[in-house]
């Protein structure tokens, strides 16, 4: 059956800030969106997700200085490479409809005209900022919200900042603000409206700072040259000119936005503040209608830290998803951490939750199944068969969890809905224990109870793979291909359970779903890729600057250059520096050479060795000892610190031997 379509709803993740790599924390975001997406879509709504990237701002144009390449290469570097942002949403199946860049041109003159509507309405107007600035956050403080003279949201050094620049009234708003966010369900989960309410409104929304002079890498303000617009108005903007809105690039803006009663932004905590106050208040000033929803999810925690790109403490999601399977990762993703809190990550508990949830219980129910189906019934389920009672509380259950699955999903708790699910497939396995469905197909009269018995399998099978489809897509695929079944009975408005009426069920055995991982095994391969990653970067070399000033050929022959066999070497007592080499040169008589290398070489590790020596320099004394010609060595320049190699040729070069 075709659904019906329910109505239009539209869904955000943060755009992204492309300074590096983006990492496992930014994949859960957009995995919890992309699996609301998906599920509105089932339920049948007319959904449109979006997702991006926020490329302006101080941070990225520091980045670029760095990296000696220009802002915009910096960018597209990080966006458009292979293994980039995009490339990593196509790899974890995300089904964005929209991917916005705030380069886009579109997007650029749209904000030139959103500053300019505030501007005219006498919202943004020109002042003095003083204050303190935090870079990494993009954020300015005042001196009274700082913590310990730190950064409040990150704990990092701020920077003092004193320039002509425009401002927003904020405080204009700060009342309706505060009944948004205290009369209303539009900041979700209720902790962070008293953290909103408390930190911020309470203490005196301060007008805030919405353009900069320091630096250029923004969107311009068009009436006044040099002020770039500050990045958050720039960024929280993308969120309806992706839509159309001051722009003839979309013209969705009216469908999803204007009469549009379902706006979902997932953002995770550190940037509610932005998403609860600012945008709201930006809107208020433009006169456009709010979004229905912000949801502040918390964060993946690596040793009880906040992964972040600027601490360097990422985990990769490639490495993952490559080892685990993109739906082993995203599901456990969304089972492992309560959406609205934080959770410490760890490689230990992704393997656990894919042994026992996804081998375990889910994997082996379904191959259980298809195969005693293909043994009993070559795989075809008929009509017929005769129910029991215990068919009746499955039943039961299978419908209680479907309610309970919906209810959680709606109010964004991914891991309590996915709970659910398990609680059915759990069920199912030990429906199958109690039923015992070998001994069942031992005697033809229990045929027909093993018909039931496989049926009813089946069908819990087809609903679970049902609601787990919006976080484990392919998965959710392979399994009702198993099962064979059609498009209508993949459909949302499938899920009641109807083991009899199901047509007939035709099943083919596939490939193992979700095999069982060594934990031991795995833990040491996942240390050494880590430990691959983390290995120094290659080392900077330099060499001497070449010389434009040339040697005569008839001077640069006069020199004497033998090669020379080491007989004794011996550090020179009181001295750090030198080597005391006694050397065979082929002439019979011992030649006593003194080198400034003692820091680079043992004297033993050079006995024995062939080296090449200038003979014909004067003799020159060194602690009181002749010293007759130089040995050779190479010199390059190694992260900063200088490296001495001796020259070293061929032991079957005799002694003595010229070199020309
Ligand atoms: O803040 N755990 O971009 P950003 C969970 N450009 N989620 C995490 C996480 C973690 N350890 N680390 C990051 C920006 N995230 C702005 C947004 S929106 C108009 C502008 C997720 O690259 C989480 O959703 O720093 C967080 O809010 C977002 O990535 C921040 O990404």
């Keep these: 059956m075709c659904n019906q379509s329910k109505g239009n709803y539209y869904i955000t993740t943060p755009i992204y800030y492309p300074s590096d790599k983006l990492h496992i924390g930014h994949t859960y975001c957009t995995v919890a969106t992309d699996t609301m997406a998906r599920y509105k879509r089932l339920q049948g709504y007319n959904v449109k997700f979006l997702t991006g990237t926020d490329e302006h701002g101080q941070k990225i144009e520091d980045k670029a200085?760095?990296?000696?390449?220009?802002?915009?290469?910096?960018?597209?570097?990080?966006?458009?490479?292979?293994?980039?942002?995009?490339?990593?949403?196509?790899?974890?199946n995300i089904s964005n409809d929209r991917f916005i860049r705030t380069t886009d041109d579109y997007h650029v003159s749209a904000i030139q005209k959103i500053f300019k509507k505030m501007y005219d309405k006498g919202d943004i107007y020109k002042g003095t900022y003083k204050g303190k600035y935090c870079k990494p956050c993009e954020s300015f403080w005042t001196e009274s919200q700082l913590v310990e003279g730190k950064c409040p949201d990150c704990g990092r050094e701020v920077q003092d900042a004193e320039e002509e620049a425009y401002f927003f009234r904020l405080s204009k708003y700060a009342g309706r603000i505060q009944d948004l966010l205290e009369n209303t369900d539009f900041l979700e989960?209720?902790?962070?409206?008293?953290?909103?309410?408390?930190?911020?409104?309470?203490?005196?929304?301060?007008?805030?700072?919405?353009?900069?002079?320091?630096?250029?890498?923004?969107?311009?303000?068009?009436?006044?040259?040099?002020?770039?617009?500050?990045?958050?108005?720039?960024?929280?903007?993308?969120?309806?000119?992706?839509?159309?809105?001051?722009?003839?690039?979309?013209?969705?803006?009216?469908?999803?936005?204007?009469?549009?009663?379902?706006?979902?932004?997932?953002?995770?905590?550190?940037?509610?503040?932005?998403?609860?106050?600012?945008?709201?208040?930006?809107?208020?000033?433009?006169?456009?209608?709010l979004p229905r929803k912000v949801y502040g999810h918390g964060w993946l925690l690596l040793d009880g830290g906040k992964m972040s790109k600027s601490k360097g403490n990422v985990v990769d999601p490639y490495i993952l998803a490559e080892r685990f399977g993109v739906d082993a990762l995203r599901f456990f993703l969304m089972r492992s951490f309560p959406f609205g809190s934080d959770g410490n990550f760890s490689n230990e508990l992704l393997i656990s939750t894919i042994n026992t949830d996804l081998a375990n219980s889910l994997g082996n129910l379904v191959s259980r199944t298809v195969a005693m189906n293909q043994k009993y019934f070559a795989g075809q389920l008929g009509q017929g068969g005769q129910s029991a009672p215990l068919d009746e509380e499955l039943k039961a259950l299978a419908q209680e969890v479907m309610a309970n699955y919906e209810k959680q999903m709606d109010n964004y708790q991914f891991s309590v809905a996915l709970a659910e699910v398990f609680r059915l497939i759990s069920r199912a396995n030990k429906y199958i224990d109690e039923t015992t469905p070998w001994v069942l197909a031992k005697r033809e009269e229990d045929k027909p109870r093993l018909l039931t018995v496989m049926k009813n399998l089946c069908e819990c099978i087809r609903l679970a793979a049902i609601l787990l489809s919006p976080v484990m897509p392919q998965a959710s695929t392979a399994i009702l291909d198993q099962l064979g079944v059609n498009e209508q009975g993949r459909s949302w408005n499938a899920r009641c359970y109807c083991a009899d009426e199901q047509a007939l069920w035709t099943t083919t055995p596939g490939a193992p779903l979700f095999p069982r991982i060594d934990m031991d095994k795995e833990l040491a391969a996942l240390e050494e890729i880590s430990a691959a990653a983390q290995a120094p970067a290659k080392p900077v070399l330099e060499i001497e600057p070449y010389t434009d000033e040339q040697?005569?050929?008839?001077?640069?022959?006069?020199?004497?250059?033998?090669?020379?066999?080491?007989?004794?070497?011996?550090?020179?007592?009181?001295?750090?520096?030198?080597l005391q080499f006694i050397l065979d040169d082929g002439s019979g008589t011992d030649r006593q050479?003194?080198?400034?290398?003692?820091?680079?070489?043992?004297?033993?590790?050079?006995?024995?060795?062939?080296?090449?020596?200038?003979?014909?320099?004067?003799?020159?004394?060194?602690?009181?000892?002749?010293?007759?010609?130089?040995?050779?060595?190479?010199?390059?320049?190694?992260?900063?610190?200088?490296?001495?190699?001796?020259?070293?040729?061929?032991d079957e070069i005799p002694a003595g031997s010229k070199l020309m």
Aim: with cysteine; hydrophobic share 40%.
């Design 189 to 289: 989960p209720r902790s962070r409206v008293n953290e909103m309410v408390n930190n911020f409104i309470k203490p005196g929304l301060e007008d805030l700072c919405v353009s900069r002079t320091s630096f250029t890498w923004g969107v311009p303000v068009d009436f006044d040259p040099g002020h770039v617009v500050y990045v958050w108005i720039d960024a929280l903007s993308n969120y309806i000119t992706a839509l159309g809105y001051e722009n003839d690039k979309y013209d969705d803006y009216d469908q999803f936005w204007k009469s549009n009663p379902n706006v979902v932004h997932f953002v995770g905590k550190e940037i509610v503040r932005f998403h609860s106050i600012i945008w709201p208040a930006m809107l208020m000033s433009l006169e456009e209608p």
């Design 65 to 92: 200085k760095e990296a000696g390449v220009t802002p915009q290469q910096f960018v597209d570097n990080i966006v458009l490479s292979p293994r980039g942002v995009l490339d990593l949403w196509k790899l974890m």
């Design 551 to 578: 040697v005569d050929f008839d001077t640069f022959c006069k020199s004497d250059l033998r090669a020379v066999k080491v007989k004794e070497c011996k550090k020179v007592k009181k001295s750090d520096k030198l």
């Design 593 to 650: 050479i003194l080198s400034g290398i003692a820091k680079y070489y043992q004297p033993e590790e050079l006995i024995g060795k062939t080296l090449v020596a200038i003979v014909n320099l004067p003799p020159r004394k060194m602690m009181s000892r002749e010293s007759r010609g130089m040995l050779l060595s190479a010199i390059h320049t190694e992260n900063g610190e200088e490296k001495l190699n001796l020259i070293m040729i061929s």
